[in-house]
């Protein structure tokens, strides 16, 4: 395909930008979310340092996303031959792979960060000495980061599987 019809950007491009993008978005989301789940938390600390071990799982829960993204780039890397090798991906197909790799790029900005406000509230419960229900509300905003997780790698086999039966691999 005419690479003019990718904006004059490669295959093998866009394939890393997606997975740039996957790593950044995530990371950027956990970044925020942590400090927000943090700033509460330390408030808490700070009257009351025998909660830390109820409070740190709240704190750090955004911190996944970022995993997440991390992963959905990685598997870029690694389903494509990105990893050192000289790989020409056709246009077509590296734009596909930059696509795939949104749902797990903007899903874990958006989640980590409501995670960390929900961590913020749970962190209240916590403060509250009813720690039992806290953590279970920032885990229901998990379920969608690992959603598009789980959408993004299904996305990124079927490309790399039909661009082993096209010989694109």
């Known amino acids: 395909m005419n690479d003019l019809l990718w904006w004059g950007i490669s295959g093998t491009d866009w394939a890393l930008i997606g997975a740039g993008v996957a790593a950044v978005l995530g990371g950027i989301g956990s ?5 927000v789940a943090s700033n509460v938390t330390s408030g808490i600390l700070s009257e009351d340092g025998t ?11 955004p911190g996944t996303q ?3 993204g991390f992963i959905g780039a990685v598997l870029v890397l690694i389903f494509f ?18 696509l795939a790799c949104l749902p797990v790029a903007f899903q874990c900005l958006v989640s980590a960060i409501y995670q960390g406000l929900t961590g913020a509230s749970a962190a209240r419960i916590v403060a509250a000495d009813q ?7 920032p885990a229901l905003v998990e379920t969608y980061a690992v959603l598009a ?8 086999l079927g490309l790399q ?8 691999l």
């Open 161 to 168: 599987a039909a661009a082993q039966a096209a010989g694109a």
């Open 131 to 137: 720690p039992a229900p806290a953590l279970i509300f």
């Open 51 to 61: 909660k830390f071990g109820k409070l740190l799982p709240i704190a750090a829960m």
């Open 149 to 156: 997780l789980i959408v993004t790698i299904l996305m990124l």
């Open 31 to 35: 970044a925020v979310g942590i400090s």
């Open 81 to 98: 031959n990105l990893l050192g090798g000289q790989v020409d991906l056709p246009g077509a197909l590296g734009f596909k792979v930059f």
């Open 66 to 68: 970022g995993i997440y």
